[in-house]
């Protein structure tokens, strides 16, 4: 069990994927992403293991959430300065979390 002062700590934000391209050298099948997150924060880089659902035109606008206050990670040769949240669908493969309906960049999950 954790307190409330526990989950607090993880900064979940939600911002708006501005631009994606293909990570040829990751491991695995991966994207690229860049990530608004508005005001302070800005645009954030990151990488996602999410191509079985996703293409890149169709991640352009879409909404996520995702952990700003994780100190930036080497990912092959991306900085990944966020982490991007989803869900195993039954096969395994990621599905990306967001918001039901349009809401601000920025905005903190609580």
């Known amino acids: 069990m954790i307190t409330y002062d526990d989950f607090a700590a993880v900064d979940i934000r939600v911002g708006t994927i501005t631009r994606a391209e293909p990570f040829p050298e990751a491991r695995k099948p991966?994207?690229?992403l860049w990530v608004d997150f508005g005001g302070d924060?800005?645009?954030?880089?990151?990488s996602a293991q999410i191509t079985a659902?996703?293409?890149?035109?169709g991640l352009i606008g879409r909404q996520v959430l995702a952990v700003v206050n994780f100190p930036p990670r080497q990912i092959g040769k991306?900085?990944?300065e966020v982490l991007?949240?989803?869900v195993p669908d039954a096969a395994g493969e990621v599905v990306l979390v967001g918001p039901g309906?349009?809401?601000?960049?920025?905005g903190k999950l609580f």
């Open 78 to 80: 991306v900085m990944s």
């Open 101 to 106: 309906h349009a809401v601000p960049n920025g």
């Open 84 to 86: 991007v949240l989803g």
């Open 41 to 46: 924060l800005g645009e954030k880089r990151s």
């Open 30 to 32: 991966a994207y690229k």
């Open 53 to 57: 659902h996703y293409s890149i035109d």
